[in-house]
T-cell receptor, first 115, second 112 residues
Framework: DAGVIQSPRHEVTEMGQEVTLRCKPISGHDYLFWYRQTMMRGLELLIYFNNNVPIDDSGMPEDRFSAKMPNASFSTLKIQPSEPRDSAVYFC?????????????FGDGTRLSIL | AQSVTQLGSHVSVSEGALVLLRCNYSSSVPPYLFWYVQYPNQGLQLLLKYTSAATLVKGINGFEAEFKKSETSFHLTKPSAHMSDAAEYFCAVGTGFQKLVFGTGTRLLVSP
């Protein structure tokens, strides 16, 4: 079975550019999560969706960050404009059922470098 | 609100030695507990999950964890470490409709 698919795997861009990260969750899963991982701050939850609706975006660091889930099989995380401090690995994860009782399935992440 | 504490950001063992990674949780209601492993350049993979069916949970790759309510612990163990076990390990706690809370991770180093 296909797992969570993220693209691109690596992104290098210059400060000020728009960055779009993409995620395809596991088919049938009703929760989707975006995380950011850095050495300094560890794993941070940015936002999560339930049935394509954003539920909690309290982890989104600034208005430069936005996320959408237009349908059950696709989500994007956008950064505009990007800054060097946004450099991190961004993970997408999905799960099915009662959120706190079920494991999340992670993609392999997008390694983002902002120059 | 629930929380999880992983003692030791790094743990070093020799190949063949016992692996013990510590996780303590805080929760006002019966928790669900998870251990994940992250290999370099990969996402987190589920090792095992505690759901109250049994206090000793067996996972993949020979790992197991024991839920101890009196100690609010869910430590991860493996009898004999292998070089391929070198990775970062995360403990997570969840309850009902609350989002999972992840620990800060423990990096396991295995020496020959």
């Amino acid at each position: 079975d296909a797992g969570v698919i993220q693209s691109p795997r690596h992104e290098v861009t210059e400060m000020g550019q728009e960055v779009t990260l993409r995620c395809k969750p596991i088919s049938g899963h009703d929760y989707l999560f975006w995380y950011r991982q850095t050495m300094m701050r560890g794993l941070e939850l940015l936002i999560y969706f339930n049935n394509n609706v954003p539920i909690d975006d309290s982890g989104m660091p600034e208005d430069r960050f936005s996320a959408k889930m237009p349908n059950a099989s696709f989500s994007t995380l956008k950064i505009q404009p990007s800054e060097p401090r946004d450099s991190a690995v961004y993970f997408c994860a999905s799960s099915f059922g009662v959120m706190g009782n079920q494991p999340q399935h992670f993609g392999d992440g997008t390694r983002l470098s902002i120059l | 609100a629930q929380s999880v504490t992983q003692l030791g950001s790094h743990v070093s063992v020799s190949e063949g030695a016992l692996v013990l990674l510590r996780c303590n949780y805080s929760s006002s209601v019966p928790p669900y507990l998870f251990w994940y492993v992250q290999y370099p350049n990969q996402g987190l993979q589920l090792l095992l999950k505690y759901t109250s069916a049994a206090t000793l949970v067996k996972g993949i790759n020979g790992f197991e964890a024991e839920f101890k309510k009196s100690e609010t612990s869910f430590h991860l163990t493996k009898p004999s470490a292998h070089m391929s076990d070198a990775a970062e390990y995360f403990c997570a706690v969840g309850t009902g409709f609350q989002k999972l809370v992840f620990g800060t991770g423990t990096r396991l180093l295995v020496s020959p």
